[in-house]
């Protein structure tokens, strides 16, 4: 996952309309689509506004001047645990519905259900599209500014600070992994390899993290000598510039808003 | 492990996230009285690493991988279930919001099971276990495959109030695979155990404590 951070950032340094918009305004559309969608009752008419969504995500995500295939990809890499649980749907009921009517029958008394297939698909539809305003929010979002944003919004100060260290440290770990991988490599390890021994493989990876274990605790001790050195006390916080959102940034906070709470609020009144 | 968006439907959802804030919390009053006051940058850092450390890919059998969670190991290090809380928490907001494993509105429930689950479960068992046994190997061992099973189970208990998977099928499921990824978490955890007590005893808790 730590290869894919460099990838993510470097979309996220892209200028364009949705990038330029202040980290606020993406935090709170992002994650009021991504509830709106989570909201709704696990029923059919989570298809349509479903597509409606996936439609105002899609206006966005054009807005953004990324490639599809950037999203496709980021898709692609969340979707096994999700995928793994949608999939066994279709063979067990569950208790949104009343009534199965069975598809197909297996051996060993298993049955495809219709309406198993059918909730499937409204988990399908409600995951992808919970998840495409994530890969949303994180390709057109820097790290920082999602950290800023966040700590204007409210997050603890703690929590800033802490996770912008965090932050700050994850690309240093990224160049550290990605050291010891060619370090290995160039050795002609290979952890897949069946022709060392398991235990051999197991101890020596096992090493690798150990050692990545104690070049991060070490690091944190050497940041945080240097930090008091700097001043650093229990009261310091993470320094996050006011800034004021623009006009036509409230703007489009208000029209996404008005989309987004509309929507949901009118299927549930067929509902 | 990770529940995505969309599996807990929302009113539940709220719920977790309620609990997993008040561990949250404690974890953070943890860092601040327990870690000598201000060293929560340390720990911070430490979850950049853990973060690097769940990207090794580490062969489990049939052509399957999978990664240490660690919050065994950092709970059995630093000496408090919270740690694994804190650490956790930093790690799945960054998982959740920058990457979508996991997921925002699931993230309290993915805290309980990792972070909270995971991190008491591992450090008690241990701390059990080393008095009982006096064995590094099986405590550690034994703590981490726990720590790695148990919030499976968990996961499965909440998939089933959520609706959106059965009981059974869903312990047996999350269970048999946990139990696999488990051993591999378990014989991890020692193998880095190890080397830490070999190269800085200093800084793994128990240790301390033996040493005085």
Same mark, same amino acid.
């Given at each position: 996952?730590?290869e894919?951070?460099?990838?993510?950032e470097?979309?996220?340094?892209?200028?364009?309309?949705?990038?330029d918009?202040?980290a /606020?305004?993406?935090?709170?559309? %992002?994650?009021?689509?991504?509830i709106?969608?989570? !909201?709704l009752?696990?029923?059919p008419?989570?298809?349509r506004?479903g597509?409606i969504?996936?439609?105002?995500?899609?206006?966005?995500?054009?807005?953004? /001047?990324? !490639?599809?295939?950037?999203?496709?990809?980021?898709?692609?890499?969340?979707?096994?645990f999700?995928?793994?649980i949608?999939?066994?749907?279709?063979?067990?009921?569950?208790?949104?519905y009343?009534?199965?009517?069975?598809?197909? =029958?297996?051996?060993?008394?298993?049955?495809?259900?219709?309406?198993?297939?059918?909730?499937?698909?409204?988990?399908?539809?409600?995951?992808?599209? !919970?998840?495409?305003?994530?890969?949303?929010? !994180?390709?057109?979002?820097?790290?920082? #500014?999602?950290?800023e944003?966040?700590? /204007?919004?409210?997050?603890?100060?703690?929590?800033?600070?802490?996770?912008?260290m965090?932050? /700050?440290?994850?690309?240093?770990?990224?160049?550290?992994?990605?050291?010891m991988?060619?370090?290995m490599?160039s050795? %002609?390890? #290979?952890?897949?390899n069946?022709?060392?021994?398991?235990?051999?493989?197991?101890?020596k990876?096992?090493?690798?993290?150990?050692?990545l274990?104690?070049? =991060?605790?070490?690091?944190?001790?050497?940041?945080?000598?240097?930090?008091? %050195?700097?001043?650093?006390?229990?009261? =310091?916080?993470?320094?996050?510039r006011?800034?004021a959102?623009?006009?036509?940034?409230?703007?489009?906070?208000?029209a996404?808003?008005?989309?987004?709470i509309?929507i949901?609020?009118?299927?549930?009144?067929?509902? | 492990?990770?529940?995505?968006?969309?599996?807990?439907?929302?009113?539940?959802?709220?719920?977790?996230w309620?609990?997993?804030?008040?561990?949250v919390a404690?974890?953070?009053?943890w860092?601040?009285?327990?870690?000598?006051?201000?060293?929560?940058?340390?720990?911070?850092?430490?979850?950049?690493?853990?973060?690097?450390i769940?990207?090794?890919?580490?062969?489990?059998?049939?052509?399957?991988?999978?990664?240490?969670?660690?919050?065994a190991?950092?709970?059995i290090?630093?000496?408090?279930?919270?740690?694994?809380?804190?650490?956790?928490?930093?790690?799945l907001?960054?998982?959740?919001?920058f990457? $979508? #494993? &996991?997921?925002?509105t699931?993230?309290?429930? *993915?805290?309980?099971?990792?972070?909270?689950?995971?991190?008491?479960? &591992?450090?008690?068992?241990?701390?059990g276990l080393?008095?009982?046994?006096? *064995?590094l190997p099986?405590? $550690?061992?034994?703590?981490?495959?726990?720590? %790695?099973?148990?919030?499976?189970?968990a996961?499965?208990?909440?998939?089933?109030?959520? &609706?959106?998977?059965?009981?059974v099928?869903?312990?047996?499921?999350?269970g048999?695979?946990?139990?696999?990824?488990?051993?591999?978490?378990?014989?991890?955890?020692?193998?880095?155990?190890?080397?830490l007590?070999?190269v800085?005893?200093?800084?793994?808790?128990?240790?301390r404590?033996?040493? $005085?």
């Amino acid at each position: 996952m730590i290869e894919e951070l460099f990838l993510i950032e470097k979309d996220a340094y892209k200028k364009s309309p949705f990038h330029d918009l202040d980290a /606020r305004i993406k935090i709170v559309l %992002c994650f009021s689509a991504l509830i709106a969608v989570v !909201s709704l009752p696990y029923s059919p008419l989570v298809f349509r506004a479903g597509l409606i969504f996936i439609i105002f995500f899609g206006i966005l995500w054009a807005s953004s /001047r990324l !490639s599809p295939v950037v999203y496709l990809k980021r898709l692609l890499l969340v979707l096994p645990f999700g995928g793994f649980i949608i999939f066994f749907q279709i063979f067990f009921q569950n208790r949104y519905y009343t009534v199965f009517h069975p598809l197909l =029958s297996l051996p060993f008394g298993i049955s495809i259900y219709q309406e198993s297939i059918e909730f499937a698909l409204i988990l399908l539809v409600k995951f992808i599209v !919970s998840v495409s305003f994530i890969i949303l929010l !994180s390709s057109t979002t820097k790290m920082q #500014d999602f950290l800023e944003g966040a700590g /204007r919004l409210g997050m603890p100060a703690e929590f800033t600070l802490s996770l912008g260290m965090m932050i /700050r440290y994850l690309f240093v770990f990224g160049y550290v992994l990605r050291k010891m991988q060619q370090a290995m490599e160039s050795r %002609c390890f #290979d952890p897949f390899n069946k022709e060392l021994p398991y235990k051999y493989r197991l101890k020596k990876i096992g090493y690798a993290i150990g050692t990545l274990f104690i070049r =991060s605790y070490e690091q944190g001790e050497r940041t945080y000598i240097s930090m008091l %050195c700097r001043g650093y006390g229990r009261k =310091s916080h993470l320094f996050i510039r006011k800034k004021a959102i623009l006009r036509y940034e409230w703007g489009v906070l208000i029209a996404g808003m008005t989309f987004i709470i509309l929507i949901p609020l009118f299927f549930l009144q067929m509902y | 492990m990770h529940i995505p968006d969309a599996f807990i439907p929302l009113n539940q959802a709220i719920i977790y996230w309620i609990i997993a804030l008040i561990f949250v919390a404690l974890a953070i009053r943890w860092a601040r009285k327990e870690l000598s006051d201000e060293k929560i940058p340390l720990v911070a850092v430490l979850a950049a690493g853990i973060f690097a450390i769940q990207a090794f890919n580490i062969p489990v059998s049939l052509g399957t991988s999978g990664h240490l969670v660690g919050g065994a190991l950092a709970a059995i290090v630093l000496g408090s279930p919270f740690a694994a809380v804190f650490i956790l928490t930093m790690v799945l907001i960054v998982q959740g919001v920058f990457f $979508g #494993d &996991g997921g925002i509105t699931t993230m309290g429930v *993915n805290i309980i099971n990792m972070g909270v689950i995971g991190g008491f479960v &591992g450090f008690y068992s241990f701390k059990g276990l080393m008095a009982a046994t006096k *064995n590094l190997p099986v405590s $550690g061992f034994t703590a981490a495959w726990f720590a %790695c099973f148990i919030p499976s189970l968990a996961c499965a208990f909440e998939m089933y109030f959520a &609706g959106t998977f059965p009981l059974v099928p869903g312990l047996i499921t999350m269970g048999v695979y946990h139990a696999a990824i488990g051993i591999i978490e378990g014989v991890i955890t020692v193998v880095v155990l190890y080397l830490l007590i070999s190269v800085r005893p200093d800084i793994v808790a128990y240790k301390r404590r033996v040493n $005085g």
